[in-house]
């Protein structure tokens, strides 16, 4: 049974940073492949970034978030900086036994329960 939850969120202003974190049981420790989605109001859920051996990141974050994990601690991360309004949304943390894209979110079973980011300008 895979468990995800999802913490760190918050409001800043622009320019700010925050750290996700995910803490998993039954997915990090047997290296299932791990990724972040946002969804905004309105809006798609879309991918962020995923990690599964090497990293992908969506264009709209590439060079402002980095997606990591702790397989000791079983958490994944996302360091977000240069927060922009725009990246305002619930954020959620999925694993997959195995993705292939790594940004699609049909490729994940488990969800964590999202955390909101707010970003001011």
């Known amino acids: 049974q895979v468990q995800l939850v999802d913490s760190g969120g918050g409001s800043v202003q622009a320019g700010g940073s925050l750290r996700l974190t995910c803490t998993s049981s039954?997915?990090?420790?047997?290296?299932?492949?791990m990724g972040w989605f946002r969804q905004a109001p309105g809006k798609e859920r879309e991918g962020v970034a995923a990690?599964?051996?090497?990293?992908r990141y969506a264009d709209s974050v590439k060079g402002r978030f980095t997606i990591s994990k702790d397989n000791a601690k079983n958490s994944l991360y996302l360091q977000m900086n240069s927060l922009k309004p725009e990246d305002t949304a619930m954020y959620y943390c999925?694993?997959?036994?195995?993705?292939?894209?790594?940004?699609?979110?049909?490729?994940?079973?488990?969800w964590g329960q999202g955390t909101q980011v707010t970003v001011s300008s």
């Open positions: 999925a694993a997959a036994f195995f993705c292939v894209d790594g940004l699609g979110q049909y490729e994940y079973k488990y």
């Open positions: 039954g997915a990090i420790e047997h290296d299932y492949c």
């Open positions: 990690i599964y051996g090497s990293t």
